[in-house]
């Protein structure tokens, strides 16, 4: 079967009336106990309620739902993609073509150039492709992208509106942003996502665009991508296409990283009636991903919290000489928020000239910036993350 990224998913008989009965039969009480939940634990800790509905429909959907369940209900990568451009670039030529006599707004400017722009990776394992925002032709610098979801989810609009607001217009016309379309969950396990990952940063670096033109990152899964591949270009795996950067890259981004399988720590105990992810979600979505003989040996990939502390230090020490800024952001309200800090903590304990900047927020659970992409709010999460890539590459 193809990747769910690429071509609809199709589900059996028995998978539809499955689906059928949580979305007429679980959702209606669930939901209303989750939306209960988020919003009273909001309020006694003094946190925004904005967006904790949206949190409360996808605890719900992460929680019950199958990965082929969720492939199903939404449209794939490639397919939002276009369906995006489209949807943006028209309106905003329609825009422009109708204010002649005043200054265009960058952001219409921006939209109307839009154009869709699939680059295949044929080094990659599985089809695997970089979808372009922006003109790559014209770009200076470019951001990486990897989308969370679990590795079960497609990407979502609020993806594309996040890289929009974030990257496109951090300096209109010098920044492209590249997707990669990776596998989802089942049909690909780790490392194949790690596979693709390097074959993308690969043929980006191979193009002619310097290390620290760069910047890549994700959310949540993606986040937990960009660690395996800060990890390939420190110690490169012995199954993907090795990398070697002859200056540092420009910097990395992780938002609410997922970099453990664990789930006992104080935040998920503390943090998982008010967040997106629970402990059955997190258990779920690790026997997905993981294969079972998975070796000691590889967990520093994949989920490098879970090595011992003296092995974590040893792992990321020199992350400075592959990498010169990190930006990890996670919500005071998630259960990722332990993981979160202690992976800056090593990053920063062991690579004196690494910068290293930690936000945590109070009003915020997981992944936030998403949520704001998925309303097109150009909130705070979205104004920092941009502020940070001003700040690596010298924007005014």
């Not at 949807?87 to 005043?102: D, E």
């Not at 219409?108 to 722009?117: E, F, N, Y």
């Not at 920044?175 to 194949?192: D, E, F, K, R």
């Not at 704001?372 to 941009?386: F, H, I, Q, W």
Request: proline share 7%.
């Amino acid at each position: 079967m193809a990747p769910a990224s690429s071509k609809p998913i199709t589900l059996s008989l028995l998978g539809k009336l499955s689906l059928l009965f949580k979305l007429l039969v679980i959702a209606p009480p669930q939901l209303l106990l989750n939306n209960l939940r988020c919003h009273t634990l909001a309020l006694a800790r003094g946190a925004s309620l904005k967006y904790y509905t949206l949190c409360a429909f996808n605890k719900f959907a992460l929680r019950h739902l199958t990965p082929l369940q969720l492939q199903y209900m939404l449209p794939p990568t490639v397919a939002l993609y276009k369906s995006w451009i489209r949807r943006q670039s028209l309106p905003a030529i329609k825009r422009l073509s109708t204010t002649s006599n005043t200054t265009p707004s960058p952001s219409d400017l921006v939209l109307s150039d839009l154009k869709v722009d699939i680059e295949p990776l044929p080094s990659a394992p599985q089809p695997s492709s970089l979808l372009w925002l922006g003109d790559r032709t014209k770009a200076t610098k470019v951001v990486l992208f990897f989308h969370g979801g679990g590795y079960a989810v497609p990407m979502l609009p609020g993806h594309f509106h996040w890289c929009f607001q974030s990257y496109l217009l951090s300096s209109p016309g010098e920044v492209a942003v590249a997707i990669l379309q990776y596998t989802l969950v089942p049909h690909g396990q780790y490392p194949t996502q790690l596979k693709q990952a390097a074959a993308g940063l690969a043929h980006i670096l191979s193009s002619g665009v310097k290390p620290e033109n760069i910047i890549f990152g994700g959310d949540s899964a993606g986040g937990n991508l960009t660690c395996s591949l800060l990890s390939h270009l420190l110690h490169p795996h012995p199954e993907a296409i090795p990398i070697s950067v002859a200056q540092p890259i420009g910097g990395a981004f992780l938002v609410s990283p997922w970099v453990s399988a664990r789930t006992e720590s104080a935040s998920f105990r503390r943090n998982g009636g008010i967040d997106m992810l629970s402990s059955r979600t997190i258990n779920s979505a690790c026997g997905h991903l993981l294969p079972r003989d998975l070796k000691d040996e590889q967990r520093g990939w994949v989920i490098p919290v879970d090595l011992p502390q003296e092995e974590q230090e040893g792992w990321f020490r020199g992350l400075d000489r592959v990498v010169k800024k990190v930006y990890i952001t996670a919500g005071e309200q998630e259960v990722f928020l332990d993981q979160s800090i202690q992976l800056a903590e090593v990053f920063k304990k062991v690579n004196e000239k690494l910068e290293v900047r930690v936000e945590i927020v109070k009003s915020e659970a997981h992944d936030w910036i998403l949520l704001e992409g998925e309303r097109k709010d150009d909130g705070d999460a979205t104004r920092r993350m941009r502020a940070w890539v001003k700040g690596v590459w010298g924007f005014k």
